[in-house]
């Protein structure tokens, strides 16, 4: 088993930034891929971004690429989102997920094996 804490949401002005975090602990092993979702108000969940084992592998949704930044550190077992030039449409619940192995699926949070309670990202206009 998992267990995935997120930190770091809170609000901010557009244009800002944020860097939200993702404690795995258990069987840390089995975090090959480590990423992110979120889920706007009366919205879908919707994928952000991933980063497969040892970061070497990164993947981001179009619509943060050039924005955003997925990074990990594997010896604290924590993934990292740096949101930065953030807009209003950023604001959501950002879940961290976990998949004990790697697919070219990433995008599908169905996929995923373990999920985070979420921090709230609010961006004001």
């Known amino acids: 088993q998992v267990q995935l804490v997120e930190s770091g949401g809170g609000s901010v002005q557009a244009g800002g930034s944020l860097r939200l975090s993702c404690a795995a602990s258990?069987?840390?092993?089995?975090?090959?891929?480590m990423g992110w979702f979120r889920q706007g108000p009366g919205k879908e969940r919707e994928f952000v971004a991933v980063?497969?084992?040892?970061?070497?592998?990164?993947f981001y949704a179009d619509s943060v690429k050039g924005r955003f930044t997925i990074s990990r550190d594997n010896v604290e077992n924590t993934v990292y989102l740096q949101m930065n030039s953030l807009k209003p449409e950023d604001t959501a619940v950002y879940l961290c997920?976990?998949?004990?192995?790697?697919?070219?699926?990433?995008?599908?949070?169905?996929?995923?094996?373990?999920w985070g309670q979420g921090t709230q990202v609010t961006v004001s206009s």
């Open positions: 997920a976990a998949k004990t192995s790697f697919s070219y699926r990433y995008f599908n949070g169905k996929q995923y094996d373990y």
């Open positions: 258990g069987d840390t092993v089995s975090t090959y891929m």
């Open positions: 980063s497969a084992w040892r970061g070497g592998n990164t």
